[in-house]
């Protein structure tokens, strides 16, 4: 089992920028895949960004350019930093880890870009 914990959310205005972090515990070392999803409400849960083990990123292309995931293995650790925050940027963001077992969730957190 994978237990993952989020922090870092709030609000802020138009452009601002927030970071992400995601702690990982339990049965880290299988962890191949970490990323964020977000879901905003009426809408299904989406892909925001991943990275492997190795390093490789994906990205939504709505957060393209403006957002950047890391990983840290020594820390356990998955960082998603948000910069030129959007409006339709406002939703709930998951922390995301997948092994060979399956797929894990943290809570969740509110991220709200309003002026």
């Known amino acids: 089992q994978v237990k993952l914990v989020e922090s870092g959310g709030g609000s802020v205005q138009p452009g601002g920028s927030l970071r992400l972090s995601c702690a990982a515990s339990?049965?880290?070392?299988?962890?191949?895949?970490m990323g964020w999803y977000r879901q905003a409400p009426g809408n299904e849960r989406e892909l925001v960004a991943s990275?492997?083990?190795?390093?490789?990123?994906v990205y939504a292309d709505s957060v393209k350019g403006r957002f950047t995931i890391s990983r840290d293995n020594a820390k356990n650790t998955v960082l998603l930093q948000m910069n030129s925050l959007k409006p339709e940027d406002t939703a709930v963001y998951y922390c995301n880890a997948a092994d060979p077992m399956g797929r894990y969730w943290g809570q969740g957190t509110q991220v709200t870009v309003s002026s």
């Open positions: 339990g049965s880290i070392f299988s962890i191949r895949q």
């Open positions: 990275i492997t083990k190795s390093g490789n990123t």
